[in-house]
T-cell receptor, first 112, second 115 residues
Framework: AQSVTQPDIHITVSEGASLELRCNYS??????LFWYVQSPGQGLQLLLK??????LVQGIKGFEAEFKRSQSSFNLRKPSVHWSDAAEYFC??????????FGAGTILRVKS | EAEVAQSPRYKITEKSQAVAFWCDPI?????LYWYRQILGQGPELLVQ????????DSQLPKDRFSAERLKGVDSTLKIQPAELGDSAMYLC?????????????FGPGTRLTVL
């Protein structure tokens, strides 16, 4: 069965510092991978997705993610974090029937 | 910009009572999802509709949960009777187009508290 692991429950970074959020997936075939962001009291917003092709994917708000098949990973990165990036981030893998299987999320705190 | 609407935003109920949540997807989106997000966890799919038909309800606790999308547009998720463990955020998402894994657009959710 498909599964997603986000090893870090909380991460705190200083404003302006770089960010990397980890995601590992389990899936038998070529995965469809996603990163979503959820601000407090709001729904999820898609940051980026990987289906095939270039393994480095660019998303909105300056985020990027790199698919590494050998490591079963799809880590999210941002070179310089802004205070407005504080939120919860979810990695997801596409499963059978078009549905998504989400990880447990990583809460990002940004300190000034 | 088109959005997925959900109501109510917050609901407090006592256990054994009935509750209902409503979702209005983005116009023209044929696929509609209901997810449950327990605090500290990621969303988990409860039910998926394609137009008015249920595609996947394998994770829906059918003894107490029901979902319908009668005209293939808006949808209602009902819990009867509610239990303490049902306290969670209930998210609705809609998806358009025919390609696999087109973007799912999420509503703001309904936060349910069962006392």
């Amino acid at each position: 069965a498909q599964s997603v692991t986000q090893p870090d429950i909380h991460i705190t970074v200083s404003e302006g510092a770089s960010l990397e959020l980890r995601c590992n997936y389990s899936y038998g075939a070529t995965p469809y991978l996603f990163w979503y962001v959820q601000s407090p009291g709001q729904g999820l917003q898609l940051l980026l997705k990987y289906f095939s092709g270039d393994t480095l994917v660019q998303g909105i708000k300056g985020f990027e993610a790199e698919f590494k098949r050998s490591q079963s990973s799809f880590n999210l990165r941002k070179p310089s974090v802004h205070w407005s990036d504080a939120a919860e981030y979810f990695c997801a893998v596409g499963a059978n029937g078009n549905k998504l299987v989400f990880g447990a999320g990583t809460i990002l705190r940004v300190k000034s | 910009e088109a959005e997925v609407a959900q109501s109510p935003r917050y609901k407090i109920t006592e256990k054994s009572q009935a509750v209902a949540f409503w979702c209005d997807p983005i116009s023209g989106h044929a696929t509609l999802y209901w997810y449950r997000q327990i605090l500290g966890q990621g969303p988990e799919l409860l039910v998926q509709f394609q137009d008015e038909s249920v595609v996947d309800d394998s994770q829906l606790p059918k003894d107490r949960f029901s979902a319908e999308r009668l005209k293939g547009v808006d949808s209602t998720l009902k819990i009867q009777p509610a239990e303490l463990g049902d306290s969670a955020m209930y998210l609705c998402a809609s998806q358009g187009g025919s390609q696999r894994y087109n973007e799912q657009f999420f509503g703001p959710g309904t936060r349910l508290t069962v006392l």
